[in-house]
């Protein structure tokens, strides 16, 4: 699976952001430690999503096999 990641520095820190995920955010004190961080926070959210229940009418819930 292939996702756009969004980095930059701040204040010492890389931090990340995953445009596609609303929420998806962290950061590490590494470049190393961010991707590492980055891999742990995609996986986590991609497994919240797909526990939710309840969505909004107009929208669908469909798992895709990468």
């Known amino acids: 699976m292939k996702i756009k990641v969004i980095i930059w520095q701040e ?3 890389w931090c ?3 445009p596609a995920l609303p929420g998806c955010h962290t950061w590490g004190e590494s470049y190393e430690q961010l991707l590492e961080m980055l891999e742990d926070v995609v996986q986590g959210w991609l497994e919240v999503a797909s526990q939710q229940k309840e969505l909004a009418p107009e929208k669908q ?3 895709l096999s990468l």
């Open 11 to 13: 204040d010492g820190l």
């Open 61 to 63: 819930l469909i798992e």
């Open 16 to 18: 990340g952001s995953v």
